[in-house]
């Protein structure tokens, strides 16, 4: 988030993409509510599905799934041509303005409604809003990450908020609500495969030299390593032989598990370290019983840059241990001693190889979390990203063309799927769905299906239903809903007896490797 999560309930304007608030992120949903219902801010809804937060939107917005990159193009174009961008703001703080300019021209409303399905008129109320706030936020999750061009939807999304003086402002802009507690942590710290802790680039001599130096290595490599479905296919293709996983369960979360589940048993060696047995470690060599939240000390950083304590209640049950300890031993046996008697210790090490950590130290975080960057012991934090300039020196404008997803409805198998998680489980359901109070609220996975398509279908509520992708297929009890737009279905992955990832693709964003969970195609039978 370039914002705070408490920026959100003083912004003029909020424009939610992508994002199904009140059931994924609820605590920063309250903000959202009370930023409308106490403060009058607008709310501008983006989402094929009607969310909960439609009921308190000012307009909602309603696309065909896969088709961001138009109604932003859209919104520019509209804001362009009423002259409702910040002029001063791009002379002064961007760049590559003109080629934007060139591209969102030919984005017409009347262009935009044939390719989205939006209407014109509402496309332009939506501009006129977001473009007439003092400060706007643009708040968006994996509705907008998980396609194939969801590299560009973001893009898009930071052009929109620069052509309006948004980024680098309180109570404004360009804010992912990242999908777990440390997801952001994660990232941060290196668990990609082209940086080190703090983002710094493997490809970057003097980085490598540092951080050689500060590991007592000779040299690290400069090549950058493979992304996850990157992985998964080398594993497909016999170059990954072993694999060590921890705490993932991608036999239930990863796309097009049919082909997934093929490469996985290929592997010489898989070891699995998690709390509790999954669909994962049912195919693996070694299971390493690693400690929950409660059972280990350390630090969460969250979605908005907040690191956070996070302090040990009880102690792990029989043989479980913390990670951390588990990974020193492994390195250990395997020739790189890592000796730490506290993770004390290890946020010190990062803290002394991460600029952005520099100042983060525990006796700064016993109560209350600092925000990155805080490069230095007596620096406060940062509550919003690019005050007086980015990171970059000047903001760039990206001039992006939208491209159709690569599987649409035909004839063949003619409705969207469309896939996500819904409030009472959470993610594949390793601890959720062994909770007995959730599972009573959600004990089955159901397609959500709109009473159009249902009437089309023949389908009653609660009939099981058959639905069928080029990839596999799955049976799940039907949920007719206004929620659903017609043509397209909505379901779950929490459920590993309808596991829905069977149907979705293995198509990439080019860029940064995601799958397209959000955009496929399939058809439905009774069983």
């Known amino acids: 988030m370039t914002n705070s999560i408490a920026e959100v309930e003083r912004a003029d304007c909020i424009l939610v993409t992508g994002s199904n608030t009140t059931e994924m992120h609820p605590v920063i949903a309250n903000h959202v509510k009370r930023a409308v219902r106490q403060r009058g801010a607008s709310l501008i809804v983006v989402d094929p599905r009607r ?32 002259g409702l961008h910040d002029e001063d703001y791009i002379r002064q703080r961007t760049e590559g303005f003109e080629d934007l300019r060139r591209v969102v021209e030919s984005y017409t409303p009347q262009r935009v409604e044939k390719i989205t399905g939006i209407p014109s008129e509402d496309l332009k109320v939506a501009a006129r809003i ?47 609500l990242r999908g777990q507690n440390n997801v952001q942590g994660a990232c941060d710290m290196g668990a990609l495969p082209n940086v080190f802790s703090g983002y710094q680039p493997v490809g970057d001599p003097e980085v490598r030299k540092r951080m050689a130096e500060a590991w007592g290595v000779q040299e690290l490599p400069e090549t950058p390593g493979r992304t996850l479905m ?87 049950p029989g043989e479980a241990r913390p990670d951390w300890k588990i990974l020193c031993d492994l390195a ?76 649409v409805p035909d004839e063949a198998f003619p409705l969207y799927l469309s896939t996500g998680r819904i409030l009472y489980h959470w993610h594949t359901g390793t601890m959720t769905r062994r909770s007995p109070g959730l599972v009573e609220r959600a004990p089955e996975c159901l397609v959500e299906i709109s009473p159009d398509d249902a009437a089309r279908y023949g389908i009653e509520e609660g009939d099981y239903i058959r639905v069928i992708s080029r990839r596999g297929r799955i049976e799940a009890r039907a949920h007719i809903t206004d929620r659903a737009v017609e043509g397209t279905i909505f379901v779950p992955f929490h459920y590993a007896e309808a596991a829905v990832n069977r149907l979705t693709h293995g198509h990439l964003d080019p860029v940064a490797k995601i799958p397209g969970y959000k955009v496929c195609a399939v058809r439905l039978e009774r069983p």
């Not at 370290?273 to 059972?295: K, N, R, W, Y």
């Not at 012991?377 to 020196?393: A, C």
Request: proline fraction near 8%; glycine fraction near 8%; hydrophobic fraction near 40%.
């Open 332 to 407: 250990s046996a395997m020739g790189y001693p890592m000796a730490y008697d506290h993770p004390r210790q290890i946020m010190e090490e990062i803290a002394s190889v991460t600029p952005s950590y520099g100042g983060i130290r525990y006796e700064r975080i016993e109560r209350v979390g600092l925000q990155w960057p805080c490069p230095t012991p007596d620096h406060p934090g940062t509550p919003f990203l690019h005050k007086d300039r980015f990171t970059r020196g000047r903001g760039l404008f990206h001039a992006i063309e939208y491209q159709p997803p690569p599987e």
């Open 130 to 176: 977001y473009a007439r706030a003092p400060a706007a936020a643009i708040l968006y999750a994996m509705g907008i990450t998980q396609h194939t061009r969801g590299t560009d939807n973001v893009k898009s999304l930071a052009n929109l908020a620069m052509l309006c003086g948004n980024v680098g402002i309180p109570h404004a802009g360009v804010n992912p």
């Open 51 to 82: 969310i909960d937060l439609v009921s308190f939107a000012d307009i909602w917005l309603r696309p065909k799934p896969g088709t961001d990159v138009a109604w932003i193009n859209g919104l520019m174009h509209v804001i362009l041509e009423e």
């Open 230 to 316: 990157e992985i998964m296919e080398g594993a497909d293709r016999g170059e990954i032989r072993g694999m060590f996983i921890l705490g993932e369960n991608p036999m239930l979360s990863d796309p097009d598990l049919n082909h997934l589940e093929k490469a996985m048993r290929q592997l010489d060696f898989l070891v699995v370290q998690d709390i509790f047995m999954t669909e994962t470690s049912q195919l693996a060599h070694v299971v390493l019983p690693g400690a929950s939240f409660a059972e280990k000390e350390g630090t969460f950083t969250n979605t908005e840059r907040r690191v956070q304590r996070v302090r040990k209640a009880v102690e792990p």
